[in-house]
């Protein structure tokens, strides 16, 4: 018993000097001018935990080695200060970095907690999750037979990745809807954050899916491809931001880059001094002005909300859609090993006019929700073309976009009333230059 209490005695002073020297830290960083005045410790909370830690080793049913005694207390420490906070094992710090670079395995998902459940922010494009037409919104009531009731983000996301080429079957609930079982197959996601097309004559479109370390070139690129294909300057871009879960900083900058001559994007308030930082774009404007509409919806998360605030707030933009998702908390990797890393939130980000987003988003210029368009059973119709020797115009081989109109409406909505308003933004800036002339 004597040892056992030596042991204990040794633990707690083990634990009370990494404590100290990190209360000392902290400290300092979060106030200089009394950096030399010493941290007041949780000694009570200390000896609570020591005498708990010690109860579950010798108590508890089956036998459990310290270092996953401590490696759940860590966890259990971070995941409840916020939904986005965690401690990252070797294998989910190595699929962060794969994540940022665009390669990882997996089902293609953004997951949060919700309720305690799981719940889907948006499906990545082309992955098996999107190809199995889960949305936003699901929620994940079960994996394989395991329910998530209170299961931790990185258990949740442990559990979902595996060998490629593996089935899970994920148990969902959409709505009010009864549940029902997806089965996907696991695979190994090679994403291209930036897709792009003319969607007719002088309207292009760019999709970005997640922001990754080169998205903002590819956007640049995406841009002049777009006016090489239209041969010509273009009249109009839609950026869609829709189901985009967010992803790197400096590439959500540097998309801003690409529409913008030159303006604050963003900056960061937090508790440390090194917290508050202002991002700028650079001098000269790659688009040249273009007119732009952003969409964006309840997927459209963290990055996806800076791009759509900054362009919102320096008049770049239309943004259209419904409300994003609003998680406006900056998170910071720290590594504490080289195999291990905190993800910790350290900051809030603000929009240009100081506008917080936290749990409230973005709000939409113009509120246009997703639908489904039906076309009426056309009528008995009579035009001029139509009636007995009618003139013929002298302008021959005229040809008209209404099908293809009404093909994108059905297809896309949100991306027709988009396209829409380009063209009368279009029609009112040559009504202006003609008036000036």
Excluded: W
Aim: with cysteine; glycine share 8%; hydrophobic share 40%.
């Amino acid at each position: 018993m004597l040892i056992k209490q030596r042991i204990i005695s040794l633990m707690f002073c083990s634990i009370l000097c990494s404590f100290s020297g990190q209360a000392v830290l902290a400290q300092t960083a979060l106030d200089s001018k009394n950096g030399d005045q010493a941290a007041t410790l949780p000694l009570d909370e200390l000896r609570t935990f020591v005498e708990v830690f010690e109860r579950i080793k010798s108590a508890y049913v089956e036998p459990i080695d310290d270092k996953t005694l401590m490696n759940n207390a860590i966890k259990g420490m971070v995941s409840n200060l916020d939904p986005h906070s965690a401690y990252l094992d070797n294998k989910m710090y190595n699929n962060l970095e794969e994540m940022a670079t665009g390669q990882f395995g997996g089902l293609g998902i953004e997951i949060e907690q919700s309720d305690g459940f799981i719940k889907i922010v948006a499906p990545i494009d082309d992955s098996p999750a999107a190809n199995a037409g889960i949305q936003s919104g699901d929620l994940i009531v079960k994996i394989n037979d395991t329910p998530t009731k209170d299961m931790s983000l990185n258990d949740a996301s442990i559990s979902m990745q595996g060998k490629v080429g593996e089935k899970i079957d994920l148990t969902l609930v959409r709505g009010t809807k009864k549940p029902f079982v997806v089965t996907l197959t696991r695979a190994k996601i090679q994403m291209k954050s930036v897709k792009a097309q003319l969607v007719e004559k002088g309207y292009g479109y760019i999709r970005i899916s997640q922001f990754q370390t080169n998205t903002g070139k590819e956007v640049n690129k995406a841009l002049s491809q777009l006016v090489k294909q239209n041969k010509g300057p273009l009249k109009g871009v839609v950026l869609d931001l829709r189901d985009n879960p967010g992803g790197v900083l400096q590439a959500a900058i540097d998309t801003v880059d690409q529409f913008v001559d030159k303006g604050l994007v963003v900056y960061t308030k937090g508790r440390l001094p090194n917290s508050e930082l202002h991002f700028y774009t650079n001098i000269g404007d790659p688009s040249n002005g273009v007119p732009l509409v952003v969409l964006v919806n309840n997927g459209s998360a963290s990055a996806s909300e800076i791009v759509a605030g900054a362009l919102q707030d320096l008049n770049r933009a239309v943004i259209m859609g419904t409300r994003s998702f609003g998680k406006g908390s900056v998170q910071t990797i720290l590594p504490v090993n080289k195999k291990e890393a905190l993800k910790l939130t350290t900051a809030l980000y603000y929009t240009p006019k100081g506008r917080s987003i936290q749990a409230l988003g973005i709000e939409p210029d113009i509120v246009v929700s997703q639908a489904t368009v039906s076309q009426a059973r056309p009528g008995f119709e009579v035009r001029e073309a139509d009636l007995q020797n009618h003139l013929n115009n002298a302008k021959k081989g005229m040809t008209s976009h209404t099908n293809d109109a009404d093909n994108l409406q059905i297809k896309d909505y949100q991306l027709s009333q988009a396209i829409s308003l380009l063209k009368g933004l279009s029609v009112v800036s040559k009504s202006d230059v003609s008036k000036k002339g």
